[in-house]
C-alpha cells in the first residue's frame, strides 16, 4: 500500500503483506481498513484508492460499497456519495487508468 499526496508531490511506501497465493477479499478489505484508520490518526485523509481491476480488488470494493449501503439502510438514509465509507469517511475507488486502457484493446 502507497500513499501518495494530492495537492503536493509526494508519495510514501505505507504497508506490504506476504502472502503465498491471491490474496482473499475478506483479508484484503481487513487490511484496507485497518491502513485507513491508522493514516487517520496521523491526520492525512484518505479521498481515494486505485488499484487494477483484478479479482480480488472488484470484489473487496463491491464488498466495501454492499457495506456501506446496509449501513445507510439500517439508519434509513439515503446513500448519495460515490465511495464506500470507513468509519464515516468517504473514499472513491478509482481503477488505474493505464490499465483500463490495457483491457480495451
Not at 439500517?74 to 493505464?98: A, C, M, V
Amino acid at each position: 500500500f502507497m500513499l501518495r499526496g494530492i495537492a503536493k508531490k509526494w508519495k510514501q511506501p505505507y504497508a506490504y503483506y506476504y502472502s503465498t497465493s491471491t490474496i482473499q477479499t475478506v483479508d484484503l478489505v481487513s487490511y484496507l481498513k485497518c491502513i485507513v484508520r491508522s493514516v487517520n490518526k496521523t491526520g492525512l485523509k484518505i479521498v481515494a484508492t486505485v488499484c487494477d481491476q483484478g479479482g480480488t480488488n472488484r470484489a473487496a470494493i463491491n464488498y466495501l460499497m454492499s457495506e456501506t449501503c446496509k449501513n445507510y439502510t439500517e439508519r434509513n438514509l439515503e446513500k448519495t456519495n460515490l465511495g464506500f465509507e470507513i468509519d464515516g469517511q468517504e473514499i472513491i475507488p478509482i481503477f488505474d487508468p493505464p490499465h483500463l486502457l490495457k483491457c480495451i484493446r
